[in-house]
């Protein structure tokens, strides 16, 4: 653990370690918001910060300037930040920060090294991808886990996808040559809003992670930001008749039980939908009949194999 700066050493018992990175394995922020939304209801306190140095790409991730009030210049370096709470629960260890975009292996060694200085109980980690689902029904989530002991547990599947993998897979492999149980959780965003941030699905994933750490949600900003944000995803697809027959697609599709059936995938770059592309502007490219729309879902469904991690 030589890139951890520790900044607290508090008496943590068996913590789950919650986990989600921005970039990849984050469409529509949702995964990242979310870890986000646990640090500042929890008030989770800074425990530990991985040196971005051996791991970042900063022509790609770039640090900020900062004026101070003395409007002194300072650099805001895209670290990798670790908090500890305590919740009815249980203990907790949050990991938040930018997907590394060197050394996996060694990047993994530091957050393993967290989780075996604390002997924490599982390391959960959240992800969103792109999906043709609308808007305006419930976020379609996937729990994923390789031991047995932890699908029957938590009611999750067992991964199963074989293809390009992100942080994410990485760290699940790094977990199980540990010993240390693992799980992920998925949420599907709609692709027709991928530039719209989606407190929607970031409540799903808490109210999930909540379930499983055995803790009530801090649940209410993410209610009220989830129902700003059907009312300006709606305001925008109103204005697009092209999109509201599309939606109107994929609300049937998701009433008949058609599109029940997702899975996850950490391939995902932001570019993968389920049941067609979408053009540049961000329009469905071109009419798609039922058949041609439920056949590409289960090509779609075929490709991803049955796992994110």
Not at 30 to 41: K, P
Not at 115 to 144: C, E, F, K, N, W
Not at 180 to 195: D, E, K, T
Not at 221 to 250: H, I, K, M, P
Request: glycine share 8%; charged share 25%.
């Amino acid at each position: 653990m030589e890139h951890v700066r520790w900044l607290a050493q508090p008496t943590l018992q068996r913590p789950m370690l919650i986990a989600a990175f921005t970039g990849w394995n984050d469409a529509a922020d949702a995964a990242s918001n979310g870890v986000r939304h646990l640090v500042e209801a929890w008030r989770a306190q800074p425990l530990a910060e991985i040196d971005p140095e051996e791991f970042t790409d900063f022509a790609t991730v770039r640090p900020h300037v900062r004026l101070t009030s003395e409007a002194k210049r300072s650099i805001v370096w895209p670290t990798v930040g670790i908090w500890s709470a305590s919740t009815p629960g249980g203990d907790v260890i949050l990991v938040l920060g930018p997907e590394p975009a060197l050394r996996w292996r060694l990047f993994t060694q530091q957050v393993i090294g967290v989780a075996q200085r604390y002997q924490a109980s599982m390391v959960l980690t959240l992800g969103a991808l792109l999906a043709d689902v609308p808007h305006t029904r419930p976020v379609q989530l996937i729990g994923t886990a390789t031991e047995q002991s932890v699908i029957d547990r938590f009611d999750l599947q067992r991964s199963r996808y074989e293809g390009p993998t992100g942080i994410v897979g990485v760290l699940h492999d790094a977990c199980g040559a540990a010993d240390i149980a693992s799980a992920s959780l998925w949420a599907a965003v709609p692709a027709y809003a991928s530039q719209v941030p989606s407190p929607k699905a970031s409540l799903a994933l808490v109210e999930r992670a909540c379930e499983m750490l055995g803790t009530p949600g801090p649940t209410a900003r993410l209610q009220s930001e989830a129902n700003d944000y059907d009312t300006r995803v709606s305001a925008f697809v109103n204005d697009d008749n092209d999109l509201v027959g599309y939606v109107a697609r994929l609300e049937s599709m998701s009433d008949s039980g058609e599109l029940d059936e997702f899975d996850g995938d950490d391939d995902d770059d932001d570019d993968d939908t389920v049941g067609g592309e979408l053009a540049d502007d961000g329009h469905p490219a071109g009419e798609v009949d039922s058949d041609e729309l439920m056949a590409e879902v289960e090509r779609f469904l075929r490709d991803q194999g049955g796992d994110p991690q």
